[in-house]
């Protein structure tokens, strides 16, 4: 007898982190009662997936589990996550697919551009995995779809956000060249939690990004996010803003992390609305043009309605 074991198709079902499988258990504490979110439901938000699913495309909203997901795609808003739904990092706070991902598809950037006009967007949002594979990291796929996006729907302000380029000696460069209107970037944590958190990336790495942005072009807005309840502590936070403005950073999201699986890094502390307060305040204290600081705070969440503040903001600090 010949037992044949199928590695190809997908009948039989991959884990999506391999990597994780064998770990423990990481419990989290019970979610506080300001963490809850409506379940999404609304015809909004069933208009929203059909467009997106009609032109064969990921959202970060889905693959990343975000708590906003519901409120997003009831006003048809949704982040695009460009080059596949398979990353080539395993940072251990984020539920995107692990593993090698397939070749890209020349024909996404269309394919993003077209749903843009369809959903009606004024301020879109480009995401993607992490391409170690790619020899510009997928630099020039992120070009190509600002592009599109820009040629069919010429009135739409775009905002990237993009992996760290990390030993990809050009790649920044390009992504600035097409000249979004917001490059963002996430730092995600404070640089003692990188080796558990982000051991895939460098904390300095990705805030000489940051500030690279600025020196290319002056002009272009920068961003960058930071997740609290990881196990970091309150002055860290107050150093990684420092970090931030110091390269200039104009934008700055805080929000609360919370656990995917339970073989994902444990919650370490639930933030109360209160501390985000603070954190708000102190950060507009020392120079941010924009701080959107809450528990469901989210780096695309009211993203166009924060780009408008964001521009006026700019505009009064020049007059």
């Not at 397939?102 to 391409?131: C, M, N």
């Not at 460098?202 to 990881?230: A, N």
Request: proline content about 6%.
């Amino acid at each position: 007898m010949v037992t044949i074991i199928d590695t190809v198709s997908d009948s039989q079902l991959r884990p999506r982190h391999p990597e994780k499988v064998n770990r423990p258990d990481a419990l989290s504490p019970p979610k506080p009662n300001w963490i809850r979110v409506r379940a999404p439901t609304t015809r909004g938000y069933a208009d929203t997936r059909n467009i997106v699913k009609e032109h064969g495309l990921v959202t970060v909203c889905e693959e990343a589990g975000c708590p906003n997901i519901g409120e997003c795609w009831d006003k048809k808003h949704a982040t695009f996550m460009i080059m596949g739904d398979t990353c080539t990092r395993a940072c251990a706070f984020c539920n995107v697919r692990t593993g090698l991902p397939d070749a890209l598809d020349a024909a996404e950037p269309e394919h993003v551009a077209d749903a843009t006009a369809k959903l009606g967007l004024s301020h879109v949002v480009i995401t993607s995995v992490d391409r170690d594979d790619l020899a510009d990291g997928g630099a020039a796929h992120f070009a190509e779809t600002i592009r599109a996006i820009r040629a069919r729907c010429p009135t739409t302000t775009i905002e990237v956000l993009t992996p760290d380029f990390l030993r990809k000696e050009g790649a920044l460069e390009v992504v600035v060249a097409a000249r979004p209107d917001v490059f963002n970037h996430n730092l995600e944590t404070v640089p003692s939690r990188y080796l558990n958190v982000r051991p895939g990336a460098r904390y300095f790495h990705s805030v000489r990004l940051l500030q690279r942005v600025k020196e290319l072009d002056p002009t272009m807005f920068t961003k960058s996010g930071i997740m609290v309840g990881l196990g970091e502590e309150r002055q860290e936070v107050l150093q990684v803003m420092d970090d931030l403005r110091s390269a200039d950073v104009d934008f700055l999201t805080i929000g609360q992390y919370l656990q995917p699986t339970r073989k994902h890094h444990a919650v370490m502390n639930y933030v109360t609305p209160d501390e985000f307060n603070s954190y708000e305040k102190v950060a507009y204290a020392k120079g941010f043009l924009m701080v959107s600081a809450s528990p469901l705070t989210r780096s695309s969440h009211h993203a166009g309605e924060d780009f408008a503040k964001l521009k006026a903001a700019r505009a009064a600090s020049t007059r």
